[in-house]
């Protein structure tokens, strides 16, 4: 019998660099806007390659034996499966208004939302059965015989139950599916375990639950205050637009500062107590990032996304400014502004733009994997491979739900 002990912070490991991924994510942007976005599902694949023999758990690194045929099947059975039926729903809802019939249409499109409600649940759980199922370690390999139809309605109920009392209750219904889903995977001949506590979230959510009520009282405060001080020396010429101008200035900093603060806040304690709770034979997990790691973590995001639009919004600028008195005058007299030089300016804008989403995809890889821990024993003399059900196609739910596996 061999025994390995896993212990921060060798147990879980990354060892990739941004340079080194750009290599990769760089070719994969340019082939996937040459083939009309074809190519982003073999890009996904390697991309996956990279990041996960680049990852090292106790002594050996993954390894990713996901095909891009297989994420191009899942995306075409979609399309076929459910793009098209809701197509032709849209066309018969319309027919249906138009015949005098509107509660009949009302009807069916409330079953669409709950069919697509569905769908999202399914996606969740398939997409992390799927990358588990082309996750080896040691050749081995994890995934569930579960089909996911049952969590598909737990989706579905957990979330309206959690929406009654206001959404009060969403850290249960959150953490519930959390305990639901990762309990129905395996890795190996090893069973994973997750029993986290929902109630260990509600003092952050309560925060960030609050926030815009207490925006809405603040900014009338603040408001009310200006108007009676008058603030004569103001551009304003009554205290009436001082108010005004004082309330939507602290409006605007509280949604894009203050709400995206508190569900950060949120996010940090849920991924910590989730995590935390995570358990598969004898090891145990742990995930030690606290808000200020994920307040630079974001702020580093937000850096690369500025950046990068700022580099797609060079090509129109430019465009712009070469002849700006013609674009004025298309734009006044409602010309079409289109022209050989804009066309390629707009393909050459998505380049920065798709370059940066892979970049953030490596830094959240990174992320997780840099503050993850593990604690225990792996025996190998008990490590057989999964006998679990092993999906022909990717994750196209995963696709067109736009949803993660974590």
Known sequence: ???YQGKAPSAVTFHGSWTDFAKIALPNVLLTLVTLGIYRFWATTRERQYLWSHTR??????????????????????????????VIMQLVINGLVFQGQPLLAG???FAMIMFVFYLT??????????????????????????EGFAYGLSYIWKNVVAAIPLYL???????SLWNERWSKMSFGPYQFQSDADWKALM???????????????????IGVSAAASGAGGTPFSTAGGVAAAVMIIFGVLGIYILMPLAALLYYSKFMRVAIGALRIGDLEFDFTARSPDWIL?????????????????????IFIAADPTQFAQQLEAGESILSFGLVIGILVAIIPIAFASSIIRYRRWKFFVV????????????????????????????????????
């Open 1 to 3: 019998m061999t025994e």
């Open 57 to 86: 758990f106790i002594d050996e690194q993954l390894e990713w034996t996901g095909r891009g045929m297989e994420l191009f099947i899942g995306f075409i059975m979609v399309f076929f499966l459910l793009g098209l039926p809701l």
């Open 107 to 109: 009807i069916i499109i």
């Open 121 to 146: 649940g399914l996606a969740y759980f398939r997409a992390l059965r799927y990358r588990l199922s082309r996750t080896y370690w040691r050749g081995i390999r994890g995934g569930s015989d579960d």
């Open 169 to 175: 209750l969403y850290p249960w219904a959150s953490m």
């Open 203 to 221: 003092k952050r959510y309560l925060l960030f639950y609050l926030v815009p009520f207490l925006l809405f009282v603040g900014a009338i405060m």
């Open 297 to 317: 973590y974001w702020l580093g995001n937000l850096a690369i996304w500025m950046l990068a639009y700022g580099a797609a919004f060079a090509p129109f600028s």
């Open 371 to 406: 503050h993850t821990e593990a604690f225990g024993e792996v025996n190998l003399d008990r490590m057989t491979q999964s006998t679990t059900q092993s999906a022909s196609h990717g994750e196209g739910l995963l696709d067109a739900f736009d949803v993660g596996a974590i």
